[in-house]
Protein backbone atom coordinates (compact mmCIF):
# COMPACT_ATOMS: atom_id res chain seq x y z
CA UNK A 1 0.00 0.00 0.00
CA UNK A 2 2.52 2.51 -1.20
CA UNK A 3 -0.02 4.66 -2.96
CA UNK A 4 -2.02 8.10 -0.87
CA UNK A 5 -4.82 7.36 -3.55
CA UNK A 6 -6.12 3.87 -4.16
CA UNK A 7 -4.89 1.44 -6.76
CA UNK A 8 -6.70 -2.10 -7.33
CA UNK A 9 -3.79 -4.07 -6.03
CA UNK A 10 -4.05 -2.15 -2.51
CA UNK A 11 -7.24 -4.00 -1.78
CA UNK A 12 -5.08 -7.28 -2.51
CA UNK A 13 -2.15 -6.49 -0.04
CA UNK A 14 -1.53 -8.66 2.89
CA UNK A 15 -1.96 -5.87 5.22
CA UNK A 16 -5.21 -4.57 3.55
CA UNK A 17 -6.80 -8.51 4.03
CA UNK A 18 -5.18 -8.19 7.70
CA UNK A 19 -7.56 -4.88 8.42
CA UNK A 20 -10.82 -6.31 7.07
CA UNK A 21 -10.34 -9.24 9.65
CA UNK A 22 -9.94 -6.89 12.42
CA UNK A 23 -12.78 -4.81 11.07
CA UNK A 24 -15.33 -7.37 11.50
CA UNK A 25 -14.25 -10.04 8.86
CA UNK A 26 -15.89 -7.18 6.55
CA UNK A 27 -15.94 -8.97 3.11
CA UNK A 28 -13.81 -8.13 0.32
CA UNK A 29 -15.28 -4.53 -1.81
CA UNK A 30 -13.04 -2.42 -3.89
CA UNK A 31 -14.76 0.65 -2.23
CA UNK A 32 -12.66 3.82 -1.44
CA UNK A 33 -13.82 4.74 2.22
CA UNK A 34 -12.86 1.15 3.43
CA UNK A 35 -9.73 1.67 1.15
CA UNK A 36 -9.06 4.96 3.61
CA UNK A 37 -9.45 3.18 6.72
CA UNK A 38 -7.04 0.42 5.59
CA UNK A 39 -4.95 2.72 4.44
CA UNK A 40 -4.49 5.10 7.64
CA UNK A 41 -4.45 1.74 9.71
CA UNK A 42 -1.34 -0.02 7.23
CA UNK A 43 0.89 3.59 7.80
CA UNK A 44 0.31 4.15 11.87
CA UNK A 45 1.03 0.58 12.10
CA UNK A 46 4.39 0.79 10.18
CA UNK A 47 5.01 3.84 11.80
CA UNK A 48 4.95 2.11 15.46
CA UNK A 49 2.19 4.36 16.25
CA UNK A 50 -0.31 1.42 17.13
CA UNK A 51 1.32 0.15 20.00
CA UNK A 52 0.27 0.16 23.79
CA UNK A 53 1.24 3.85 25.50
CA UNK A 54 0.60 5.57 22.28
CA UNK A 55 -2.22 8.29 22.13
CA UNK A 56 -4.67 9.48 19.13
CA UNK A 57 -7.50 12.14 19.13
CA UNK A 58 -9.67 11.96 16.26
CA UNK A 59 -12.98 14.53 15.66
CA UNK A 60 -15.93 13.92 14.27
CA UNK A 61 -15.74 10.38 14.62
CA UNK A 62 -19.05 9.61 13.84
CA UNK A 63 -19.70 6.07 13.54
CA UNK A 64 -16.23 5.06 12.03
CA UNK A 65 -14.05 2.19 13.49
CA UNK A 66 -10.79 3.41 13.46
CA UNK A 67 -10.75 4.70 17.21
CA UNK A 68 -11.88 1.73 18.11
CA UNK A 69 -9.57 -0.44 15.83
CA UNK A 70 -6.59 1.79 17.54
CA UNK A 71 -7.94 1.17 21.11
CA UNK A 72 -7.97 -2.51 20.19
CA UNK A 73 -4.49 -2.04 19.76
CA UNK A 74 -3.53 -0.61 23.01
CA UNK A 75 -3.25 3.07 22.06
CA UNK A 76 -5.00 5.55 23.99
CA UNK A 77 -7.57 7.18 21.79
CA UNK A 78 -9.84 10.48 22.92
CA UNK A 79 -12.60 10.51 19.92
CA UNK A 80 -15.30 13.08 19.85
CA UNK A 81 -18.71 14.08 17.85
CA UNK A 82 -20.93 16.63 17.85
CA UNK A 83 -23.84 16.52 20.62
CA UNK A 84 -26.73 14.21 19.04
CA UNK A 85 -28.96 17.31 19.42
CA UNK A 86 -27.56 19.39 16.61
CA UNK A 87 -26.76 16.59 14.41
CA UNK A 88 -29.10 17.58 11.47
CA UNK A 89 -29.21 21.18 12.65
CA UNK A 90 -27.90 23.27 9.56
Request: aromatic fraction near 14%.
Amino acid sequence: MAHSYPVASDFFHPDFTAFRHRYNDFPLRLHRKLWEFAYIDHQLRNAGMLASGKRGLSFGVGLEPLPAIFAAAGCEIVATDAPPEIIGEQ
